[in-house]
C-alpha cells in the first residue's frame, strides 16, 4: 500500500527567502506525484505533476519539485516566497492497486510566510 | 463560472439526522470523488465514480451512499449523523480516472454534527 509523508506540518519563512517543503512517498509499483495547494477556506488546487521523464517539474506561481526515485522523495521548493503564498500544502501519490489508481494525500505543510 | 461546485456550502445538524451534500461539474469530465478533511487537514478519499460507475470505494460506513446521476453530478447522502462525521467535505473531478489526471476541486461543504 502506498503512503506519503510530509515531514513538517509547518514552515515558517521570511518574505524572499527561499523555501523547501519535503515528501516522501513509499510504493512497490510506478506512481504519479502532486503537489496541491489549498488557500484558506478553499479546495485544492494543482501546483504541479510528475508522470514520467524530466525529474525537475516545474509549476504555477514559480515552484519546482524535483522527483528523486532512489530516495522516494519529492520535495517542492520555491527561490523567493511571498507573502501570497501563506497556505496549505499537499503532497499526493497515486499508484494502481487492484485496478484503479487510489490517490493517497500527505497530511500536509502549512506554509506560513512572514512579511 | 465555477467549475466544481458543492451545494451547500455549510451545513449544521443534529446527530442522528440524514442530510446530503449536492455537487456539480461543468468541465465535462468523467471522473468524480468525494473527499472528508478532518480538523487536522488530513484529506482523505472516500468514493470515486467513473461515467457513473463505482470504482473506489474506500472504508467508509455504509451511512455514506454516493449517487451518480450522470457524468455531471455526484451527490453524497449521509444516513443518522454521528459526531464524527463533522468534517470538510470536497467533491473533485478529472479527466480519466488513470491516476495521472489533475483533480479539481469544490470548495467545500463544513458539516457540523451537534
Known amino acids: 500500500a502506498q503512503s506519503v509523508t510530509q515531514l513538517d506540518s509547518q514552515v515558517p519563512v521570511f518574505e524572499e527567502a527561499p523555501v523547501e517543503l519535503r515528501c516522501n512517498y513509499s510504493s512497490s509499483v510506478s506512481v504519479y506525484l502532486f503537489w496541491y495547494v489549498q488557500y484558506p477556506n478553499q479546495g485544492l488546487q494543482l501546483l504541479l505533476k510528475y508522470l514520467s521523464g524530466s525529474t525537475l517539474v516545474k509549476g504555477i506561481n514559480g515552484f519546482e519539485a524535483e522527483f528523486n526515485k532512489s530516495q522516494t522523495s519529492f520535495h517542492l521548493r520555491k527561490p523567493s516566497v511571498h507573502i501570497s503564498d501563506t497556505a496549505e500544502y499537499f503532497c499526493a501519490v497515486s499508484d494502481r492497486a487492484g485496478g484503479s489508481y487510489i490517490p493517497t494525500f500527505g497530511r500536509g505543510t502549512s506554509l506560513i510566510v512572514h512579511p | 463560472d465555477t467549475a466544481v461546485s458543492q451545494t451547500p456550502k455549510y451545513l449544521v445538524t443534529q446527530m442522528g439526522n440524514d442530510k446530503s451534500i449536492k455537487c456539480e461539474q461543468n468541465l465535462g469530465h468523467d471522473t468524480m470523488y468525494w473527499y472528508k478533511q478532518d480538523s487536522k487537514k488530513f484529506l482523505k478519499i472516500m468514493f470515486s465514480y467513473n461515467n457513473k460507475e463505482l470504482i473506489i470505494n474506500e472504508t467508509v460506513p455504509n451511512r455514506f451512499s454516493p449517487k451518480s446521476p450522470d457524468k455531471a453530478h455526484l451527490n453524497l447522502h449521509i444516513n443518522s449523523l454521528e459526531l464524527g462525521d463533522s468534517a470538510v467535505y470536497f467533491c473533485?473531478?478529472?479527466?480519466?480516472?488513470?491516476?495521472?489526471?489533475?483533480?479539481?476541486f469544490g470548495p467545500g461543504t463544513r458539516l457540523t454534527v451537534l
Open positions: 473533485a473531478s478529472s479527466q480519466g480516472s488513470s491516476g495521472a489526471a489533475e483533480q479539481f
